[in-house]
């Protein structure tokens, strides 16, 4: 009986986990999102963009490799090594205006890798 019980917790938590997980999209791949559904956001602050408000920041977030983009608003902490250019993770809902609206403190910045490869001229 409690193997039973144990199988089926087990069970439950691994339905939960990869229910509750989400791939992390890039701005391109959210014009089409649902608005007022939660998305993880993932891609680097567009240079210039970045706007200092009185609880947080306005920037806009484009693909890693430069296509679309997306404004986004966020309230909350702002981590030191958040600047232009810096790759970025955020949860949150995508407006009806389209914007990304973030959700309070959950802003990631990524630090580059000191193993990407280098170009040397």
């Not at 993932?42 to 240079?47: D, E, F, I, L, N």
């Not at 309230?75 to 009806?96: A, K, T, Y």
Request: with cysteine.
């Amino acid at each position: 009986m409690a193997l039973g019980v144990a199988l089926a917790l087990a069970t439950g938590l691994v339905y939960v986990s990869f229910n509750a997980s989400s791939e992390a999209r890039e701005p391109s791949e959210l014009q089409d999102a649902i608005p007022g559904k939660s998305y993880e956001l993932t891609g680097k602050v567009v240079h210039g963009s970045i706007e200092r408000t009185e609880n947080g920041v306005d920037f806009k977030v484009s693909d890693r490799d430069g296509g679309g983009s997306i404004p986004v608003s966020y309230e909350g902490v702002i981590p030191d090594p958040f600047r232009d250019g810096r790759e970025i993770v955020l949860q949150g809902s995508v407006s009806e205006t389209g914007g990304f609206m973030g959700d309070t403190d959950t802003l990631v910045t990524k630090c580059p890798s000191k193993f990407s490869e280098k170009k040397y001229q």
